[in-house]
């Protein structure tokens, strides 16, 4: 490979910046933005005013990137790639340098050396040969590093690589990845072993795939935890109550997001022991939650993040929906969790119909001592026929308010906070996979999950004598506490279009995060025992508009929601097909027998009738399934930005801005921008968001579980205009809505869930 630099201007350059490797950088820059190469007269002119002769070559270097960052636009989206080549030139030079220091002179020696400094898993160097290690390190391609947008390899750099207790870097790109690929193969069978170790590292360094949050950060290293998010169900007890705050504390400390349903604990005023207008009602336990968050900050990184769930029909819904609110009484706020509503179809109904109807709120812990049975276990039409018995019981107490009024007060917060996040608990439960197995009550934080839940319970507490020492042991019955295992498919990285590279990598991810499962290093005994039962995965998707502008696919047109049926209709296909196989090569989860998988209705309910589609519904009977939940599309915030692609499914921001970040500025520029893609690439809060819901309803056919749908709104929005794309979702069977986002508000991106 030619690394002469043949531009005068370029040559020029390096005169004023001799840094060691800038020839080579240049020479490749040169040969990849060779059309370009009228504009670089302008980084010369540009490195002018920051580059003084009196700086060190290290400064030097700096100002030269600063100046291609600055250079960053819409019309000119090729120096963010430049600048990018330039950051790593950077990166790469120190990290030689403190690979010299430190005596590291090839990929085994490195791992050797992070592991004596716990940097490192040991169970890498434990489970693999050197000779096996060795041949992994040829599978690296540098030129990878060359993917990157400027944003996305700072991201990376900053956060992913491991770095000493001293902010000290000593791994690349690239070995981060092979890094990962080689802890989500260990268990593979050592005949195949290297070869998956190979996939997953090209699924990760091609950027087709990402991993969640905590795999990309924690996979490889001492403590492995690698779940994104957890959910679980709050008992009406003072002991369960503790239990998962105490739960969801341990999850915090790890970096794991936290789904809480709180539609069980009673209402305030209702009785406790027999004492009537005792219990003060969840506010009170969600202000705990709240103070939980900030209080286990994950080593001062970040405080912890939980979304609390409640049903429409819960007596405390109006308080609980002014909890972000900047209006009313601070003693019943709490502005560091995200608040949540489960809806019954009915609700949607009469909000569409007859917004003057009586809505009636109950206390659940009533409903159950005066009728027998917990409303909230109960989802469609068995629960509207119990929900008009409980209103019609004269014993049971009822807060009556109408329809339009619990309306204004969900748009009212909707529009000032962003929330609450919408459950559609009925559409969610009617397309369950595992109904023999539980039900559905609520989603985790970013709404992308739903998956069976039951609570953890207790069973006794006995005072025993062990080794001479007398202990209390606890004994508790562990429930459905959920995890999810995300990852997500790099839709603007993968041709959409061949069926078989969309097959292969789709394989290849589901293989990856069914591994995760094994693997995982849960925070809590209750997740690893819910994980191994139902072995559920979280395939989703990013990239979305990006592939869309690629394929010159307008996001207001019946072509995209065409499109994305096929797309999206292929996945789901894909992915059903590599865990069965997965459940024929190693066995099908706990709860295959009496599935929907296993009966078929599965695919009945979603209409797939195709010979095809057939053809796998009797595969899948006979093979079996290896997770019991497969589809699940996260809000992907940062990892996007790591991929240089665009977030999850939602259209852009812009199509071009720039972003401080502790005081660097950092050029955003929507993905493979060029004069073919400009006019496909529609801001978010111009899009007609009835095609949003529809293109959402669309998708949500191959989606097992649920999407992190954003609705994008702007001040002329009218209550009525969000009620009816709330009422559209409902209808389109649409199963959550994540964040309403106006023009004027800023929302809080969920990283946990980002994958």
């Known amino acids: 490979m030619d690394r002469t630099v043949k531009s005068p201007v ?5 005169q004023a910046c001799p840094v060691p490797g800038l020839a080579a950088c240049l020479a490749g820059v040169e040969r990849d933005f060779g059309e370009h190469a009228g504009d670089f007269p302008a980084l010369a002119e540009k ?13 030097k270097l700096q100002a030269l990137i600063r100046a291609a960052v600055e250079l960053a636009s819409a019309e000119a989206p090729h120096w963010d790639k430049i600048a990018a080549r330039l950051r790593y030139l950077d990166f790469a030079r120190h990290l030689a340098e403190s690979e010299a220091k430190r005596g590291i002179t090839n990929f085994v020696a490195k791992l050797r050396y992070l592991m004596a400094k716990e940097l490192y898993g040991s169970y890498i160097l434990e489970n693999y040969t050197e000779q096996e290690l060795r041949a992994a390190s040829r599978f690296i391609v540098a030129e990878r590093n060359h993917l990157y947008s400027y944003a996305g390899l700072d ?6 690589v491991i770095h000493t207790h001293h902010g000290v870097a000593l791994e690349s790109p690239q070995e981060m990845y092979l890094g990962i690929a080689l802890h989500l193969a260990m268990l593979e069978e050592p005949s195949v072993r290297m070869d998956w170790v190979r996939r997953f590292y090209d699924m990760l360094s091609l950027q087709q795939v990402t991993m969640a949050t905590p795999t990309l950060a924690n996979a490889r290293k001492p403590y492995h935890q690698l779940s994104s998010c957890f959910i679980d169900t709050v008992p009406d007890s003072l002991e369960g109550i503790y239990r998962s705050l105490d739960s969801f504390a341990k999850v915090s400390k790890w ?17 406790i022991r027999g004492f009537e ?31 609390v769930y409640l049903d429409a029909w819960h007596k405390d819904l109006p308080e609980f929906l002014q909890l972000r609110t900047n209006n009313g009484d601070d003693r019943m706020k709490a502005h560091d969790i995200f608040p949540a509503v489960c809806y019954p179809d009915l609700f949607w109904k009469l909000a569409k ?90 989603s985790n934080l970013c709404t992308e999950i739903a998956q069976n839940m039951s609570a953890v319970e207790s069973v006794r507490t006995e005072i025993k004598t062990e080794a001479g020492d007398t202990v209390v042991q606890v004994t508790t019955r562990p429930g459905d506490f959920v995890v999810c295992n995300l990852a997500s498919l790099n839709l603007g990285r993968i041709d959409v279009t061949s069926h078989e590279e969309l097959r292969s ?13 094994d693997l995982n290093e849960a925070p809590l005994a209750y997740a690893r025992l819910t994980n191994a039962k139902y072995r559920s995965i979280g395939l989703g998707v990013s990239g979305y508009h990006h592939m869309l502008a690629k394929n010159a696919v307008r996001w207001e047109s019946e072509e995209h929601l065409a499109f994305v049926d096929d797309v999206f209709s292929r996945i789901n296909y894909a992915a059903i097909e590599a865990s069965s196989d997965l459940a024929a090569e190693k066995g099908s989860y706990g709860c295959f027998a009496g599935s929907d998988w296993q009966t078929g209705d599965y695919f009945k309910k979603r209409g797939y009738e195709s010979e095809a589609w057939q053809e796998l519904a009797a595969k899948v009977c006979a093979q079996g399934m290896r997770n019991a939940y497969l589809l699940a599309v996260a809000p992907t915030s940062s990892t996007s930005i790591l991929v240089g692609t665009t977030a999850g499914v939602d259209p852009i921001m812009k199509r071009f801005f720039l972003e401080e970040k502790k005081g660097a500025i950092l050029p955003r520029i929507a993905p493979d921008l060029s004069m073919k893609t400009f006019w496909y690439y529609k801001s978010a809060h111009t899009v007609d968001q009835n095609w949003s819901v529809r293109a959402a309803g669309v998708r949500q056919r191959h989606i097992d579980q649920a999407q992190s749908v954003n609705l994008y709104i702007t001040n002329d929005f009218t209550f ?12 389109e069977g649409v199963k959550t809505i994540y964040y309403v986002r106006s023009k004027s508000l800023e929302v809080e991106e969920c990283e946990s869930c980002s994958s």
Request: hydrophobic share 45%.
């Open 277 to 307: 207008g005792a219990a003060g009602g969840v506010i009170r336990w969600i202000r705990l939650v709240n103070d939980t968050a900030v209080a286990v900050d994950q080593l001062g990184v970040r405080q912890g993040a939980c979304a």
């Open 353 to 442: 119909e007859d917004l003057d109807a009586p809505w009636f709120l109950m206390d659940p812990h009533e409903i159950e001592m005066v009728m027998g049975y917990a409303l909230e276990d109960f989802w469609g039409e068995e629960w509207e026929k119990r929900y008009r018995a409980c209103v019609a019981e004269p014993r049971i107490d009822k807060r009556v308010i109408p329809v339009k009024e619990i309306v204004r007060l969900i748009l009212k917060s909707v529009v000032e906070t962003g929330t609450p996040f919408a459950f559609y608990r009925d559409t969610v439960n009617r397309l369950n996979p595992n109904p023999q197995a539980g039900m559905i009550y609520c």
């Open 720 to 731: 009525r205009q969000v009620l009816a794309l709330y009422i559209k979702a409902y209808e």
């Open 505 to 517: 990598v789709v394989r290849t991810a589901v293989r990856a995060l069914d591994n995760v499962i």
């Open 10 to 14: 370029l040559q020029h350059l390096l």
């Open 47 to 59: 490195y002018e005013v920051f580059g003084k002769p009196s700086l060190d070559l290290d400064e």
């Open 155 to 160: 991201l990376l750099l900053s956060r992913y």
């Open 255 to 271: 970096g794991g997001g936290m789904g809480l349903y709180f539609g069980k604990v009673r209402a305030t005023g209702a009785a």
